[in-house]
């Protein structure tokens, strides 16, 4: 069983990082999250390894060299809780031995241990007077087990999680706490708007995280507004809360685009810590395009993700789309960034030949110019993957653009990988068609770059562009090396692609621009396409407005 996933918060307050001049604005400096988002899903999610609990051992006279555990629980009203609200106590061996864990009964449960040093750790809920429930957790985190033993876990002890941000109607959305021992794979994760924790000592080897989501009033969907704070320090806290000025945090004009048709969004915000384990905090925007102002704690890294639904906001499986991003704001201060921005078309992706299931090809085929989407299937999305050898002959084929898990490894040779795609999203006039062809060279290496060119330009909340203006677009090598690759072929087409006009790619410090008329009406596509790498086609890349 999964430990519930939570963050708790440390109470320390940002230290001041200096604030840039409000005028200088600056565009968020993405890194693109080359490990796609998961499936999508509305409300707060957990990615990575949390806690096992261990099988708990029954009851029983302790053999040689162990011994009788008693476990008392107590609630935060002082009453040992039900089942339902605590049911197991962990034990962590800190001597590299096994861990374990007891059930417990109405609060009480006995275990039989060996010697050892031990974390012991249990979450409890109790039931408050105002309604509604907390969660404790409670966390000892270093008992000497040499002797029989009683140890009594008293919720009583704990100390409340606040987070806090100096503008008075923001309050959370959602908080979660990552408390990590010493090396261990014992991450173990709360969630919830009323929780609490156990201080521990300054020698405990424990690592404490905090992130948190607020919004106006707590809002759900919707607010004006949206901080993501964080922190973390070493051991449990004597107050482990957090309270934060705003201007120490970076300010970041968030525009979210609609892509023609009415759209709901809703987005998550996880620190990554670099330990493999990330708490998404769910926060809704609500009906596009909207754009918002989201504050950051600086100097982490933030994976964020983003759905796209109708405009009823549902969220269901096959009626949305998944986007992912990196970003990480060195500093307090002002910037911008934006979501949803077209041209939509493949990321740099891979065909690993190496997969202990086979060949695995993987190419996100939703992609903006500063995110990227997920693996296929695709909402409202039909299309093929095909690899054809050298003499055309076709060796594997999928049923889904970009996306294969069970290919056999091909032999060495040249090959084309060619995947199509039509897309009918209602939300979505753009990307209808797709067509990528890559060359590649099959030989010892394990995994093969499908490399990439993204666009970006300058659109407006509705990913349109002025009718008759030139348009300037900027091609963005993805995977590949510019200075190897020579300069891109580039064509434009204003009727899906049953003809195409050729467009002059201009190199200037290492960067590929080009300008493309705009026509009075309709769509713009484009087709980029760079000798023996990739050539690949983007029907509907954008609207005229």
Same mark, same amino acid.
Request: a negative charge.
């Given at each position: ?16 990082? @200096? ?50 555990? !008693? ?20 034990? /962590? ?16 449960? &006995? ?9 012991? !750790? ?95 009033? #707590?809002?759900?969907? @919707? ?20 309270? %934060?000025? !705003? ?12 892509? #023609? ?14 330990? @493999? ?22 100097? =982490? ?69 500063? =995110? &990227? ?22 060796? &594997? ?23 199509? $795609?039509?897309? $009918? ?6 990307? !209808? ?6 060359? =590649? ?6 995994? /093969? ?26 091609? %963005?090598?993805? #995977? ?41 009406? #309709? ?23």
């Amino acid at each position: 069983m999964v430990l519930k996933k939570a963050f708790t918060a440390a109470a320390l307050t940002l230290p001041a990082l @200096g604030v840039m001049a409000p005028q200088a604005v600056h565009a968020a400096p993405v890194v693109v999250a080359h490990n796609p988002p998961g499936r999508f899903v509305r409300g707060d999610v957990v990615t990575g390894k949390t806690f096992q609990h261990s099988a708990p051992r029954p009851a029983r006279s302790p053999a040689a060299g162990t011994h009788t555990l !008693t476990l008392d629980v107590l609630d935060r009203a002082g009453q040992p809780p039900t089942d339902d609200h605590d049911g197991v106590v962990d034990l /962590i061996s800190l001597d590299g031995g096994d861990d374990s864990s007891a059930a417990l009964t109405n609060g009480h449960g &006995e275990t039989s241990v060996p010697d050892g040093k031990y974390a012991v !750790t249990t979450q409890v809920i109790t039931a408050e007077p105002g309604g509604g429930t907390s969660t404790t957790l409670i966390y000892l985190a270093k008992v000497s087990i040499t002797s029989d033993a009683s140890l009594i876990l008293d919720a009583r002890m704990a100390k409340p999680v606040r987070v806090a941000v100096d503008r008075q109607d923001a309050r959370p959305t959602s908080v979660a706490v990552i408390v990590s021992p010493e090396g261990g794979d014992a991450d173990i994760v709360l969630d919830g708007n009323d929780l609490y924790v156990t201080p521990t000592a300054a020698d405990s080897g424990l690592t404490y995280r905090l992130q948190a989501r607020l919004t106006r009033n #707590g809002a759900q969907t @919707g607010s004006p507004y949206i901080y993501n704070v964080a922190t973390t320090a070493d051991d449990i806290p004597a107050d482990p809360g957090l309270s %934060v000025r !705003t201007k120490d945090l970076a300010a970041v004009r968030t525009d979210y685009a609609s892509e #023609g048709g009415p759209a709901c969004a809703g987005t998550h915000a996880a620190v990554d810590w670099g330990i @493999g384990l990330q708490a998404g905090l769910y926060a809704g925007i609500g009906a596009l395009p909207a754009s918002r102002v989201e504050y950051f704690t600086p100097g =982490l890294t933030w994976s964020s993700d983003e759905g796209v639904t109708t405009a009823d906001c549902g969220f269901a499986g096959g009626n949305l789309d998944g986007f992912g991003r990196q970003d990480v704001f060195p500093r307090a201060g002002s910037y911008s960034r934006q979501w949803n921005a077209a041209p939509f078309g493949p990321a740099a992706g891979y065909l690993d030949l190496n997969d202990a299931g086979g060949a695995v090809l993987d190419v996100p085929m939703l992609s903006g110019p500063d =995110l &990227e989407s997920g693996p296929a299937p695709y909402s409202y999305t039909t299309g093929t993957s095909t690899l054809r050898d050298a003499t055309g002959t076709v060796v &594997e084929t999928a049923d889904q653009p970009g996306f294969e898990r069970t290919w056999k490894k091909p032999a060495p040779g040249k090959y084309q990988l060619t995947v199509d $795609a039509r897309r $009918a999203a209602p939300w979505s006039d753009l990307a !209808t068609r797709q067509h990528v062809v890559w060359d =590649l060279t099959v030989g010892d290496s394990g995994k /093969i770059t499908l490399p990439a060119v993204r666009y970006r330009t300058t659109l407006d909340a509705d990913n349109r562009a002025h009718a008759g203006t030139p348009q300037t677009i900027t091609l %963005v090598p993805d #995977g590949l090396d510019p200075s190897a690759s020579g300069t891109p072929q580039l064509w434009a087409s204003y009727d899906d692609g049953a003809t195409w006009k050729p467009i002059a790619v201009q190199t200037s410090s290492g960067q590929w621009t080009a300008s493309v008329p705009n026509p009075a009406s #309709g769509h713009v596509s484009l087709r980029t396409r760079i000798p023996g790498l990739i050539d690949q086609t983007v029907i509907d890349a954008y609207g005229i407005g």
